[in-house]
Every structure is written in C-alpha cells, then in structure tokens.
C-alpha cells in the first residue's frame, strides 16, 4: 500500500523531529492542547490523586466523605489505567 509508506516516513520524520529537537517536541507536543483546556492547578490536583491512589493501595482506609465526588471518581480512572498498563 504506497499511503501506508508516506505515513510511515511522515512518522519517522516526526519521531526524529520530537527527538532531535526538545524545543519543537515541547511547542507541538499533542499533551499541550490538554493541559491548555484545563486549569493551571490541574499537574498539581492530578499528583494529589496519584498520591491518594499510592495511599489507597497501601491500605490506607479512606471514608466516603474523605475525597470529593470528582475525585472518587478520578481516582477510579487512575486505577483503571493503572491496571491495563500492568495487564490485569
């Protein structure tokens, strides 16, 4: 398939460009447009959850009431994901 061959060599291009050029990779990294769509405090609200997720996997008790609708339910996500990138 001769499309599949230009996309191959377009990927490679972009692959050499995000590594050969930190500058770029940071200017056009697909991750940007996320963050730019939430607030600033969103790194920091998303190292709490992770923190909250190492407590919870350390038996670490918490209550109903400990962590907010919104952040019970992240937290799932975050052990969602977790989970498939371990293959359980």
Known sequence: MPGL????KKFLQRVHEE???PQ????NHPARKI????PKGFREWVNYLDQMLLL???GYHFKNNDLSLTDWKALALLEQIQ?????E
């Open 5 to 8: 061959e230009v996309e191959y």
């Open 35 to 38: 963050l730019a769509r939430n």
């Open 83 to 87: 989970s498939i990138r371990c293959g």
């Open 19 to 21: 590594t050969e050029d």
């Open 56 to 58: 919870k996997q350390g």
């Open 24 to 27: 770029w990779n940071i200017a």
